[in-house]
């Protein structure tokens, strides 16, 4: 089973910043298979990147991704409030999906 | 519009099953795959299966193998997740996400999801 390490695991910074999240695959992982989720409290996780740098429906070009290999990345360019949430990474390989642990991004 | 509608709230005892079901509707059903994830309360995401509506065919993680069942009944649109044998760990919300197509390539993203269906185990 492929392990997704996210970091960090709490992020705080202000609106209108830049913010860098991490995840990093325990063996290589096909760019094709690698989607970020944002997910509120109290709701169903959003899908915004899929093949690694993707946007999905609707997700505003502050997201964007990247990466390929072990190591892939999710900016968002300019932190608007609404953007503070928890974020996942996710792959797909040898019939199998796994989730990272989730970075929490918080208001500074 | 593309909408995954859950069924309600479950309480459990230990040891029971639970059946949850996911009305799916706004697309063609036997088109797209279904996966299942949980959460527990104030956890991560964990992924549980997958199943394909048009051919019945499924995928579990390990960790479900041998408790878990994913089933479908296409006349109505609907796919099915049962859990067996509960334990107080199961208790989360419990998710059915559609698998995204996008140019006739399965991408293996979660593009919609259900409004989730909250199971209790609890003596």
């Known amino acids: 089973e492929i392990v997704l390490t996210q970091s960090p695991g709490t992020l705080s910074l202000s609106p209108g910043e830049r913010a860098t999240l991490s995840c990093r695959a325990s063996q290589s992982v096909s760019s094709s298979y690698l989607a970020w989720y944002q997910q509120k409290p109290g709701q169903a996780p959003r899908l915004l990147i899929y093949?690694?740098?993707s946007r999905a429906t609707g997700i505003p070009d502050r997201f964007s991704g990247s990466g390929s290999g072990t190591d892939f990345t999710l900016t968002i360019s300019r932190l608007e409030p609404e953007d503070f949430a928890v974020y996942y990474c996710q792959q797909y390989g040898s019939s199998q999906y796994t989730f990272g642990q989730g970075t929490k991004l918080e208001i500074k | 519009q593309v909408q995954l509608v859950q069924s309600g709230a479950e309480v459990k005892k230990p040891g029971a099953s639970v059946k949850v079901s996911c009305k799916a509707s706004g697309y063609t059903f036997t088109s797209y795959d279904i996966n299942w994830v949980r959460q527990a309360t104030g956890q991560g995401l964990e992924w549980m299966g997958w199943m394909n509506p048009n051919s019945g065919n499924t995928g579990y993680a390990q960790k479900f193998q041998g408790r878990v069942t994913m089933t479908r009944n296409t006349s109505i649109s609907t796919a099915y997740m049962e859990l067996s044998s509960l334990r107080s760990e199961d208790t989360a919300v419990y998710y059915c996400?559609?698998?995204?197509?996008?140019?006739?390539?399965?991408?293996?993203?979660?593009?919609?999801w259900g409004q989730g269906t909250l199971v209790t185990v609890s003596s």
């Open positions: 093949g690694a740098s």
């Open positions: 996400a559609r698998v995204l197509r996008r140019d006739g390539y399965n991408w293996a993203a979660l593009d919609y």
